[in-house]
């Protein structure tokens, strides 16, 4: 039986709680023919990975190769754009920016050229080109391009998803860091720690972590929202 990308993506927002069934299902309905595969997959197969990497599972490189197999055989151009994040966070941890930026604007380019319908959805690509972007800019102290592009990728988020709670958090970090009150961040960070509770995922982890940095006014504590 196939996966649906929209299932995927409904375990993949629970955090760690979904991953394991993520995996399962995943592998399980995985075409054994590539002939088989549909745009869609290539959805299944990046959300599968990032939950492979999340739950050190040692699968991330087996899903990585399925996502830009089916995204490359399908012609899903905008998945195989993300498939370059794992690069781009490479070139960050190298402190390699003008590199990173280079594969933000390569990403755009390749999305840019998709004809094929289907997920992920245009908007979806362009928040998490304009996420990684803030968030680059922020590495970079470039505090008012960060905001800039963090207050983009939250109006492309769906509210009271992980995805909108993680740029959230993200766009109260920079600000705060820009050297914005304390106090508004506390309260930021604190109503991501109630909205994130139930989920108990990387974003409530970042969240809870954040809150202490801010009430003791400790910026070298903060953590980032960014990295899956």
């Not at 399980?28 to 990032?50: M, N, T």
Request: proline share 4%; charged share 25%; aromatic share 8%.
């Amino acid at each position: 039986m196939s996966m649906s990308a929209s299932e995927a993506e409904r375990l993949f927002e629970m955090g760690k709680a979904g991953d394991a069934e993520l995996l399962d299902r995943a592998g399980h309905a995985w075409p054994a023919d590539q002939e088989a595969l549909r745009p869609s997959d290539a959805e299944v197969a990046r959300y599968a990975r990032i939950s492979a990497y999340r739950s050190e599972q040692g699968l991330a490189s087996e899903w990585q190769a399925r996502h830009v197999a089916a995204a490359s055989l399908t012609g899903n151009l905008r998945s195989l754009c993300l498939s370059l994040q794992p690069a781009f966070f490479m070139l960050v941890s190298r402190k390699h920016y003008r590199g990173a930026h280079a594969v933000l604007d390569a990403m755009g380019a390749i999305a840019g050229a998709c004809s094929v319908d289907g997920p992920p959805e245009a908007a979806l690509v362009d928040r998490i080109l304009a996420e990684r972007r803030a968030y680059l800019y922020r590495i970079e102290e470039r505090w008012e391009e960060s905001i800039v592009w963090y207050q983009r990728a939250l109006d492309l988020c769906d509210r009271g998803t992980r995805s909108f709670a993680k740029v959230r958090g993200g766009l109260a970090l920079a600000k705060w860091l820009a050297g914005g009150p304390v106090e508004d961040a506390v309260a930021e960070f604190k109503s991501l720690v109630e909205l994130s509770q139930p989920w108990r995922n990387d974003v409530f982890e970042a969240a809870t972590s954040n809150l202490a940095a801010a009430r003791s006014g400790n910026h070298t504590a903060s953590v980032p929202f960014d990295l899956v």
